[in-house]
């Protein structure tokens, strides 16, 4: 299988056939960050495009040096600091109530929780959390990138993302509610 | 060792950094500590309650209108930049390289004689000039092919810029070749040319286009 990296340097050549395949296999994992992250598929969609849009634009500030998912999600996550920005003026968080009025079809073990239920209360929950540990629990939980990958995307220290990490999960957890 | 210490590395070891045993301090803690033993199970069921958030695929209509918002910036490029005109400028000095070479081999005056005799038409005839100029044109196909690399080319835009670019270039050398020649066969022959160039661009972007697909593993 041909690397990020030598597919990148064909798209800096104005190789759009390269492009195809970079978007056919990152596509989905920066998506999904941008959607549990927005919990809005058309703002999703909309910066997935804009993200890959970026990376043809300024491909010739693409550095061979650096991983092309690590740029990749760079690009994604300033796209959606820009793009909570704009937003500023509506809630970035839903109430506890909303979080509340999603019903609990199991009383005990939140494991047990299935299917539609499930992802309203994880998106709930998720989007309730500072935007630092969501995005840590994000790019980590969906992204794959290791701690140090995420240090350098979000530009923090490899011991903040560790601490947002923990305490995001423990965050969620409580949102979530008793296990 | 203390709960917090312990604590603030559970969420780390548990999304699968660090791989293998944990260090022995860490387990015997747990082994000790109900408290962070039961701080581990929570963290882990909820790290696991994330697994199960169901995968998501984008529509298919963004990939078509990223595509065509990047090829539309490929044309943007190709026109308003310096390095966009890059690979019609090889691809014309190429052109013209083989075509001078071919006009060393095949004099004009040798060439416009067999196109006559192929068309079979007498020798004040435009035709004969017209197709002797596109013969001149036709190596632009080979120029267009060499840099196949070079993505712009593969473009309608790089190939009107190859083409004008190899007419810009050799139109003058063969005005000035030609000039005992009437206006009206000289005007035969370059136009001939330019439409020698355009047919061979035009040849090379269908023979970019109708390469096989390039697929994961095959881009190159």
Redesign the interface.
């Known amino acids: 299988m041909v690397s990020d990296e030598t597919l990148m340097q064909q798209v800096v050549a104005g190789n759009v056939a390269a492009f195809q395949t970079l978007y056919d296999r990152h596509h989905r994992v920066v998506f999904n960050f941008l959607l549990h992250f927005l919990g809005d598929r058309s703002a999703a969609e909309d910066l997935l495009q804009e993200t890959f849009l970026r990376v043809f634009a300024h491909r010739e500030d693409y550095r061979p040096t650096a991983a092309v998912r690590t740029w990749l999600f760079t690009i994604a996550r300033n796209l959606l600091i820009d793009h909570r920005r704009r937003m500023g003026a509506r809630p970035e968080y839903p109430d506890d109530e909303a979080l509340q009025e999603v019903p609990d079809p199991s009383p005990s073990p939140l494991a047990k929780l299935e299917g539609r239920a499930l992802e309203e209360r994880l998106h709930l929950a998720v989007t309730r959390l500072p935007p630092f540990q969501r995005e840590v629990i994000l790019f980590s939980r969906f992204a794959g990138l290791s701690h140090e990958e995420i240090a350098r995307v979000t530009q923090a220290s490899p011991g903040a993302v560790r601490v947002a990490l923990h305490r995001g999960l423990r965050r969620l957890r409580d949102l979530l509610g008793p296990v | 060792m203390e709960c917090d210490r312990v604590?603030?590395d559970?969420?780390?070891r548990?999304?699968g950094?660090v791989g293998g045993r944990w260090p022995e301090p860490v387990t015997e803690h747990l082994g000790a500590c109900a408290a962070c033993r039961a701080e581990l199970?929570?963290?882990r069921?909820?790290?696991?309650?994330?697994?199960?958030?169901?995968?998501?695929?984008?529509?298919e209509q963004?990939?078509a209108?990223?595509?065509r918002?990047?090829?539309r910036?490929?044309v943007r490029?190709s026109v308003l930049t310096l390095s966009g005109w890059t690979?019609a400028v090889l691809a014309a000095a190429v052109g013209v390289g083989l075509s001078l070479v071919l006009s060393l081999l095949v004099p004009y005056s040798l060439l416009v004689s067999l196109c006559r005799q192929a068309l079979q038409v007498p020798d004040s005839h435009a035709g004969a000039f017209l197709l002797a100029g596109m013969a001149y044109g036709l190596p632009l196909l080979a120029g267009v092919w060499l840099i196949r690399?070079?993505?712009?080319v593969g473009s309608v835009v790089g190939s009107l810029e190859a083409s004008l670019l190899f007419l810009v270039i050799l139109a003058p050398y063969v005005i000035a070749e030609c000039r005992e020649f009437p206006a009206s066969l000289r005007v035969a022959f370059v136009s001939g040319l330019a439409g020698g160039a355009m047919v061979s661009s035009f040849a090379g972007l269908a023979l970019l286009r109708l390469s096989p697909?390039?697929?994961?593993?095959?881009?190159?």
């Open positions: 604590r603030e559970l969420a780390w548990l999304t950094e199970e929570a963290l069921e909820t790290w696991g309650l994330l697994a199960q958030w169901a995968e998501a695929s984008p529509g963004v990939r209108r990223l595509l918002r990047v090829r910036q490929l490029e690979p690399q070079r993505a712009l697909p390039r697929r994961e593993g095959a881009v190159g």
